[in-house]
């Protein structure tokens, strides 16, 4: 069964990350440094005219997610070239589990211990005195839309780790990609203020329909149509992720 | 319970397939032992059976399942032991068990009574709640077993069960998968390299080497075949070539096979031959070195079918550029794609030209001329491995004129023990160099 054999697998990569409060710590502070130094160190932009918010932070805090998002997601392909040399994905393979599950664990369990520091970011956020939007619904779908980003992150670092077959290369194509990804977003910056290529950029980046479809949960109006089309863009691409990273490593397996 | 007819597995990009028309069968209940040199097939041939790998021709079947059209019908009836053990080290051993019990689909009491059970069989209660990460490698392997008996599976296949234990956890294992297969009556596929292993474990063993399937049969049936002891003659100089015609009119051998290092003759009673070959041969003033009685062992068996001895099939070993070739260099040295770097051909020279006039001169020279045990690195056909480092440590030593030729011109003066020729700087050396060198000249 696809459910639990998921399941089980997601078990117990959540029971080994809970064995290793250090790294737990630390990926929760890290995204609350970023909070706290943007922040800070872009406070006079919210001074620019026509800034959606009264103050930067507001205005930063689904960018930070989405930037836990991506800098947390774009390793989880090391680990999976760890248990292949372990001879762990060979272990699970040669049980009767559903094929699919075995990435689709990893994928969710990388999702959700982004969702963890997401979750820490919120209530930081709120005990800062950001101005969030105080409705439950728009909360939780502004969680659900960068959870579905962490699934797709994880499934493309899962996907080109069993392309490049080491840990070097994929740590390169990691910070290859994350940066750029960031800053052609609105993670940062309103579109509005950017150079017009990169706005053309923006267009075609998945990460900036998820800040928005975010952003505006979190923070703004709650436009659920915003919200509906930045939401099902990343969905596809979280799809078309997943399909591209279980379809390479099955072919992969011979 | 396993059925394998004319299987091949050739991986893209290799010029030979892996496993080669490779046939036979392995009754229930029994212990079957592939034993082959690394890089033989084994492990392969246990991975195309364990679904891991899908055969490129050829039938394979286990537990009566195909192991291509029914793989999930095959994982339900199998139990998988790698090479590396794929258990989790941050897990504790009871919760490495209870995962793989679930992705086997037990539960409940089912799944915490076989759990039980098997930590018990497998003398692993004690430490049943420690991370895995501190057990010993025989605990890991152990473990690892336990994890693919959960679900009472009715072949297990061990791939290099003992490889990197200690001797007394090697013997520890043996005895428990003698035990299983009684026990649990449990069908048991294990690939090895050690030739005791097979021979202690094994009711069959199948020999496989270069991706072939030479020879199958039971230890004492395989080393029957041999029909005697085996007597391993070296001798100085030509003497073994004097001594083959001799030895191959003896009555008394039956085959006489030609060796690296000698000779090696079958006879029927080893004990009572051995005086009338040394006889046979001293009278025609052959001298023997060294002579060796064995009884027949499986690597006799391995040499009559393969023509070489187990031990002296070495790891393949990877080609010096294979650090710069990244993971294909299996691949591009099977095409002979590498095309060299920006420093470097393909044959381990350097472009710049000066540094490989000074090359091509390291390469010239002949094994005759080497005194220093250190150069023996320049003999043909290791010079393929290692001609990066082999450039330095020959330098010192002389072209085969063997006269002190005159230094390289690229500037490489010596260093505090030898000098650019060569030769050593410390005088007493120097003299010994210098008569070697005459002998060496003289020999020729």
């Known amino acids: 069964m696809f459910a639990t054999d998921t399941y089980h697998l997601f078990a117990k990569y959540m029971k080994i990350t809970w064995r290793q409060p250090l790294w737990t710590l630390f990926g929760l502070a890290q995204p609350l440094i970023w909070l706290l130094i943007f922040s800070d160190l872009f406070s006079s932009m919210a001074q620019l005219q026509g800034w959606p918010t009264t103050d930067y932070a507001t205005f930063f ?32 393979m040669v049980t009767p589990i559903h094929r699919g599950s075995v990435l689709f664990s990893r994928v969710l369990h990388s999702a959700a211990t982004v969702m963890i520091q997401c979750l820490v970011l919120l209530a930081v956020a709120f005990s800062m005195g950001l101005h969030l939007n105080l409705n439950a619904a728009a909360l939780l779908a502004g969680l659900v839309a960068v959870w579905t980003l962490g699934i797709g992150f994880a499934a493309l670092s899962n996907g080109i780790a069993i392309v490049l077959r080491r840990e070097e290369p994929l740590v390169v194509v ?20 950017m150079p017009e290529w990169i706005q053309w950029c923006a267009l075609v980046n998945p990460i900036n329909y998820a800040v928005e479809a975010a952003r505006t949960m979190f923070v703004g109006s709650a436009d659920w149509a915003l919200y509906g089309k930045g939401f099902c863009i990343v969905l596809g691409f979280a799809v078309a992720a997943f399909a591209w990273a279980n379809f390479t490593f099955m072919k992969s397996r011979g | 319970m396993i059925r394998v007819q004319e299987l091949v597995k050739a991986y893209r990009g290799k010029r030979s397939p892996s496993v080669d028309n490779v046939s036979f069968e392995v009754g229930e209940g029994e212990i079957f032992a592939f034993l082959g040199p690394n890089g033989a097939g084994k492990s392969t ?91 010993s490698g025989g605990m890991q392997r152990k473990l690892d077993i336990a994890t693919a008996l959960l679900h009472r599976p009715k072949v297990l296949f061990l791939d290099e069960p003992t490889l990197g ?47 072939r399937l030479q020879v199958v049969g039971t230890p004492s049936e395989l080393k029957d075949l041999l029909k005697g002891d085996s007597i391993a003659l070296n001798f100085d100089a030509d003497g073994a070539e004097r001594a083959l015609p001799l030895l191959r009119s003896a009555t008394f051998a039956k085959e006489v096979l030609e060796e690296e290092e000698g000779l090696r003759v079958y006879v029927d009673n080893g004990g009572e031959t051995i005086s009338d070959l040394i006889q046979l041969l001293s009278a025609k003033a052959i001298k023997i070195k060294a002579v060796t009685l064995a009884r027949p062992t499986l690597d006799d068996v391995f040499i009559k079918f393969t023509g070489r001895s187990m031990d002296k099939v070495e790891e393949k070993v990877k080609p010096w550029w294979a650090q710069w070739a990244g993971d294909n260099w299996e691949q591009m040295e099977a095409q002979g794609d590498w095309q060299g770097n920006q420093w470097m051909n393909a044959d381990g020279s350097p472009k710049d030209e000066n540094s490989f006039k000074d090359w091509q001169q390291t390469q010239q020279i002949s094994p005759e001329a080497v005194t220093d045990p250190q150069v023996t690195a320049a003999e043909p056909g290791t010079e393929n491995e290692a001609p990066v480092s082999e450039n330095q440590d020959s330098k010192p030593a002389t072209p085969t004129d063997g006269a002190a030729a005159p230094a390289p011109s690229t500037g490489w003066a010596g260093n505090e023990w030898v000098n650019a020729d060569g030769t050593p700087k410390d005088p007493a050396a120097m003299a010994k160099w210098a008569k070697e060198m005459g002998a060496g000249k003289g020999s020729k």
């Open chain 1, 61 to 92: 805090l689904p960018g930070v997610m989405v930037m836990t998002v991506l800098f947390g997601s774009a390793w989880a392909g090391v680990s999976l070239l760890r248990e292949i040399n372990f001879g762990t994905v060979d272990k699970m």
């Open chain 1, 174 to 193: 990691g910070n290859f990609l994350t940066l750029p990804l960031m800053f052609f977003s609105s993670a940062m910056m309103p579109v509005k203020y």
């Open chain 2, 45 to 135: 041939t246990a991975k195309i059976l364990t679904t891991l790998l899908p055969p490129t021709a050829g039938l394979a079947e286990v537990a009566g399942f195909d192991v291509v059209r029914q793989s999930r019908k095959v994982r339900e009836n199998i139990g998988y032991v790698a090479q590396s053990t794929g258990i989790d080290y941050f897990m504790t051993g009871r919760e490495n068990l209870m995962l793989i019990g679930r992705l086997y689909h037990l539960s409940g009491a089912t799944l915490t009574g076989r759990v039980e059970e098997m930590l018990r069989y497998f003398n692993l209660t004690e430490v049943a709640d420690d991370v895995c990460a501190g057990y």
């Open chain 2, 165 to 211: 234990l200690d001797a007394q956890s090697r013997i520890d294992l043996w005895q428990f998968v003698k035990r299983m297969n009684t026990d649990f009556g449990v069908t048991v596929f294990l690939t090895t390299h050690y030739l005791d292993e097979a021979d202690r474990l094994a009711h069959r063993v199948g020999i496989i080497d270069r991706a």
